[in-house]
């Protein structure tokens, strides 16, 4: 097993930091938080000695025990592998699947075109106005939570899950984005059944836990 010094290096509005601090908590996994500022100096990530850790000078970076672990899906399988109860994932390898494809078309599909380094690109290399690039935000967002929407319309038979009766990796990627989603302004009436399962996994004392303090 890993050794027993498990470190998270963290930001609290890191939507990828803040699916592994999900994890962490639903396992039940002590650790320490090492704050790294996105936006403090240029960036705290852009440091070489961050960038020793993770190249791509991203978060999130877990360090349990000798390993380092970048990209927060594997950090997350890594999780279950490693401490395998309570499970993120069902026994079935179809549904498998598609959890892993909820999850995937969050953490691939809606996130990446809205995080920090594409917004600053959008503003400070193409030259678009704050408006456009909020607007681009909300688009993605959108076009993304309506398929998902969908999704979980058909594979969670309850109101509070994204698939079955269970926590699962896409419930963890689905929390941070509806966050995400919250502060750029999007209008999320048109999404009941994802309102209604974020609403019931944040009253979840790990979910509760592990919410951005600021």
């Known amino acids: 097993m890993p050794g027993t010094e498990r470190v998270l290096f ?3 509005r ?4 803040y699916r592994v601090r999900l994890g962490l908590g639903i396992k039940g996994l002590p650790h320490t938080l090492v704050p790294v500022h ?3 100096g240029g960036g705290e990530q852009r440091t070489p000695g961050f960038r020793a850790m993770n190249p791509q000078g991203l978060l999130p970076v ?26 993120l994932l069902p026994r079935r390898p179809a549904d498998r699947a598609i959890v892993r494809a909820m999850a995937l078309a969050i953490a691939c599909d809606i996130h990446p075109l809205n995080n920090l380094r594409v917004r600053r690109y959008l503003q400070d290399t ?8 909020e607007a681009w935000a909300r688009h993605w967002i959108l076009e ?8 979980v319309q058909h594979h969670g038979p309850t109101r509070g899950f994204c698939f079955g009766g269970m926590v699962s990796l896409a419930d963890l990627c689905l929390v941070p984005q509806m966050f995400n989603a919250r502060r750029a302004g999007c209008a999320l009436s048109a999404f009941p059944r994802l309102l209604a399962i974020d609403e019931h996994l944040r009253g979840l004392p790990a979910f509760a836990a592990a919410a951005p303090t600021d």
């Open 144 to 151: 993304g939570f309506t398929a998902l929407e969908q999704r």
């Open 62 to 87: 877990l360090r349990d025990g000798d390993s380092v672990l970048t990209q927060s899906l594997a950090i997350l399988e890594y999780l279950d592998e490693t401490y395998p109860d309570p499970p």
């Open 126 to 133: 193409l030259g678009l106005g704050e408006d456009a690039v």
């Open 14 to 17: 890191s939507s990828a930091a």
């Open 10 to 12: 963290d930001y609290p």
């Open 38 to 40: 996105l936006l403090r």
